[in-house]
């Protein structure tokens, strides 16, 4: 640990997914890359700050402050964590980088496009680094799936995917300020677990960040209750004629057998499974067999298929790739981070807008 390069973090907000990022950036790893220290952390109030670093840092001393932006003018910071609800991601990251910080953001980036578009643009001027944290592209689980898909093929052509993140919450009963009910903080379920749906079909049916990524046909269907979007199914169709379908709800929990995507290709399938689309922990691959079964054969049997599961182990809350990779990033002077690069933030943000064209889902100042 005492070889290993040093990065200081600001965190800011001390809610549950600030929480879970900081259990993992100070979990003791063998095999950390870097070493993380809680160097600040701005909250509305001090003395959440001070209840968060006992439970989650007890271990560090982090300098406390009673706003963001001390954090962001703190000069012993070296890169800050936004945690605050999406709608205020655009705020938060002009404020960060006007004090010339490398930041890295919470899913879903921004409310639209045009803001992720302001924020890179804002980075760029200022030469800082910004990252999109979208950790399930940095989970071992998710970079071998696409070598398997992608490299080795082991299911030919990727030809169609789908993928469910569907969640029960009992909206009316939370409170008006709640981040799933108060439009301005960004509520509805595209923007918090419809990425996670897209992301999974863009593993499939794109190779990842180019910036010539052309923006599947959509088709779209978005379904409200008391003005916040609860349900959302997507159709993606590529130029080649490949297609995805992307669904997540507030209304309902997943599928009992844990699978939440699926990938079919040209000579076999794929499954992922898992608690939740975001926390992903096996998948199956059917590879068809050369000499397998009759032409005549419609239905999938699986005495055709060559059956293989990969099983990944648990590391703490699953932020520390996240966390080892940005921090790498920032330490050898890159300013996109290599696994999600600006141009797939913004692809997927384009793909969410359009998406909320067709549903009819709007944000205040849209
Ligand atoms: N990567 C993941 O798996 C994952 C999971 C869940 C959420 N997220 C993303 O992380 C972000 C935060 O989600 P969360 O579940 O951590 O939310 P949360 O528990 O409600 O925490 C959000 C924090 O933001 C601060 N905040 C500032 N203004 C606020 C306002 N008007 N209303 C509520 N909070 C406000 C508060 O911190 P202070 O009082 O300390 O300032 C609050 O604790 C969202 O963008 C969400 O999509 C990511």
């Not at 890359?33 to 959440?48: P, Y």
């Not at 979007?229 to 590529?238: D, F, K, N």
């Not at 399938?269 to 000499?291: C, L, N, Y």
Request: charged share 25%.
């Amino acid at each position: 640990m005492a070889d290993l390069p040093t990065i200081r973090w600001g965190i800011v907000t001390t809610g549950l997914i600030a929480s879970w990022f900081v259990e993992d950036l100070v979990l003791n790893r063998p095999d950390a890359k870097v070493k993380h220290i809680i160097q600040s952390i701005g909250s509305s109030s001090l003395e959440k700050g001070q209840k968060f670093a006992k439970q989650y840092c007890p271990t560090q001393t982090p300098q406390l402050y009673d706003s963001y932006e001390k954090v962001y003018n703190d000069p012993n910071v070296d890169i800050v964590y936004i945690g605050t609800p999406h709608g205020y991601h655009y705020r938060d990251c002009l404020q960060a980088i006007a004090a010339g910080k490398n930041i890295l953001c919470e899913k879903s980036f921004a409310i639209n496009a045009k803001q992720a578009k302001e924020v890179f643009d804002a980075a760029k001027k200022k030469n800082v680094y910004i990252a999109e944290a979208m950790w399930l592209r940095h989970r071992p689980l998710y970079r071998k799936l696409q070598e398997l898909l992608h490299q080795d093929k082991v299911i030919g052509e990727v030809t169609r995917v789908y993928s469910d993140f569907a969640v029960e919450l009992d909206i009316p009963s939370l409170p008006s300020t709640s981040r799933y009910k108060d439009l301005s903080l960004g509520a509805g379920s595209l923007l918090d677990i419809g990425v996670y749906s897209l992301t999974w079909l863009a593993g499939g049916l794109e190779e990842r960040g180019s910036e010539n990524t052309e923006l599947p046909r959509i088709m779209a269907s978005q379904r409200h209750e008391d003005g916040i979007e609860v349900s959302t199914v997507a159709i993606l169709e590529y130029p080649d004629g490949r297609q995805g379908v992307s669904s997540c709800t507030t209304k309902a929990k997943g599928a009992p057998s844990r699978i939440f995507a699926v990938y079919h290709g040209t000579d076999g399938h794929i499954e992922v499974s898992g608690d939740a689309p975001s926390v992903p922990e096996s998948f199956t691959v059917w590879a068809r067999q050369k000499d397998s079964g009759s032409a005549d054969k419609v239905l999938f049997d699986k005495e055709d298929y060559e059956k293989k599961e990969y099983t990944f182990p648990k590391v703490g809350r699953g932020f520390v790739w996240e966390a080892d990779n940005t921090a790498l990033d920032v330490l050898e002077g890159r300013k996109e981070s290599k696994i999600v690069p600006w141009a797939t933030t913004m692809h997927v943000l384009e793909i969410m807008d359009e998406i909320r064209r067709q549903g009819g889902t709007v944000y205040p100042g849209e």
